[in-house]
């Protein structure tokens, strides 16, 4: 069994900064905690970022140049410094880990708001 629970959302103006963690528990031997996802209201999840074991790191268009990825593989942890935020950043956005020995299966956490007025 497998939790991850993600912190760190919350009301921030436009142009403001939060940091999201994702912090995994359970049997977390078997997991590659990845990266981030992000559902706004009507819109499909859509991903934001991941990065490898190695450190390489994928990002949105949208999000290129304002948020940051980082882990810690020692801790299973993974990090989202999001910077100079947008009204169109507003959504859910979840943490997602893969198993490492069973191809294709993902976990996935409750999510965390993140609401950017303007």
């Known amino acids: 069994q497998v939790q991850l629970v993600e912190s760190g959302g919350g009301l921030v103006q436009a142009g403001g900064s939060l940091r999201l963690s994702c912090a995994a528990s359970?049997?977390?031997?078997?997991?590659?905690?990845r990266g981030w996802y992000r559902q706004a209201p009507g819109k499909q999840r859509e991903l934001v970022a991941t990065?490898?074991?190695?450190?390489?790191?994928n990002y949105a268009d949208s999000v290129k140049g304002r948020f940051t990825i980082s882990r810690d593989n020692a801790k299973k942890m993974v990090y989202l410094a999001m910077n100079s935020l947008k009204p169109e950043d507003t959504a859910v956005y979840y943490c997602?880990?893969?198993?490492?020995?069973?191809?294709?299966?993902?976990?996935w956490g409750k999510g965390t708001l993140v609401t950017v007025s303007s």
């Open positions: 359970g049997d977390i031997g078997r997991i590659d905690v």
């Open positions: 997602n880990a893969h198993d490492i020995f069973s191809y294709g299966m993902s976990y």
């Open positions: 990065m490898a074991w190695g450190g390489l790191a």
